[in-house]
C-alpha cells in the first residue's frame, strides 16, 4: 500500500504566498513523475504543474512565473511554492503520484493521488 499525506493548505489574502507538501510512504519501488492538479468549485481537475524524475518541469500557463514544483527523491515529497496568488487560484489542490510497485513479482505502474488540500485566496 502507498499512502500520500498533502499538507500546506489555507486562507491567504491575494498577493500572498503559500507551500505545499505531499509525501509519498509505503511499498514503493520507484517514483516516476510527480505533480500538483487543482479543481475550482463546478470545474474539471486540471494540470498545475509536473516534475519528472530528472527534474523537468511542466506548468500550466495560468501559475508560470508565480508556482514553483520541486521534489525531494531522498523524502519521496513533492512541493508546490505558490507566490502572487490570486483568488482564481482558490480550488482544492491534489498532488499526484507515478509509481512503480511490486505486484506479487512483478513490476507495475500505479498512480495515487492524495486527499486534496483546500487553498483560499481572498481578502
Known amino acids: 500500500q502507498v499512502q500520500l499525506v498533502e499538507s500546506g493548505g489555507g486562507l491567504v489574502q491575494p498577493g500572498g504566498s503559500l507551500r505545499l507538501s505531499c509525501a509519498a510512504s509505503g511499498s514503493i519501488f520507484s517514483i516516476n513523475a510527480m505533480g500538483w492538479y487543482r479543481q475550482a468549485p463546478g470545474k474539471q481537475r486540471e494540470l498545475v504543474a509536473t516534475?519528472?524524475?530528472?527534474?523537468?518541469?511542466n506548468y500550466a500557463d495560468s501559475v508560470k512565473g508565480r508556482f514553483t514544483i520541486s521534489r525531494d527523491n531522498a523524502k519521496n515529497t513533492v512541493y508546490l511554492q505558490m507566490s502572487s496568488l490570486k483568488p482564481e487560484d482558490t480550488a482544492v489542490y491534489y498532488c499526484k503520484v507515478e509509481t512503480i510497485v511490486v505486484v506479487t513479482t512483478t513490476l507495475t505502474p500505479y498512480d495515487y493521488w492524495g486527499q486534496g488540500t483546500q487553498v483560499t485566496v481572498s481578502s
Open positions: 516534475i519528472t524524475s530528472g527534474g523537468r518541469t
